[in-house]
Nanobody, 115 residues
Framework: QVQLVESGGGLVQTGGSLRLSCAAS????????MGWYRQAPGKQRELVAR???????DYADSVMGRFTISRDNAKSTVYLQMDRLKPEDTALYYC?????????WGQGTQVTVSV
């Protein structure tokens, strides 16, 4: 079992920045992908960014060039730096990892971008 604890969401104006953090409750190998998904009201959950060792990070087209995912393997923590935020980035953001065929999700952290 792995628990994922997110932090860093909040309310920000258009053009602002936020940094999300997600810490796993136990050591996660660097080869295990960790990432961020988001879900806006009335929409499906979508991948925002994902990172694993040996590969370039994956980003949704809508956040490319504005968001940066990074990872501290020693702390089993993944970060999402979000810059130049837009109202359409408003959503509940979830941390995710898949290990041994099991999907683990955080509880979600709300990001709200005001006009």
């Amino acid at each position: 079992q792995v628990q994922l604890v997110e932090s860093g969401g909040g309310l920000v104006q258009t053009g602002g920045s936020l940094r999300l953090s997600c810490a796993a409750s136990r050591t996660v190998f660097s080869s295990v992908p960790m990432g961020w998904y988001r879900q806006a009201p009335g929409k499906q959950r979508e991948l925002v960014a994902r990172i694993r060792s040996g590969r370039d990070p994956d980003y949704a087209d809508s956040v490319m060039g504005r968001f940066t995912i990074s990872r501290d393997n020693a702390k089993s923590t993944v970060y999402l730096q979000m810059d130049r935020l837009k109202p359409e980035d408003t959503a509940l953001y979830y941390c995710h990892l898949r290990a041994s065929g099991i999907d683990y999700w955080g509880q979600g952290t709300q990001v709200t971008v005001s006009v």
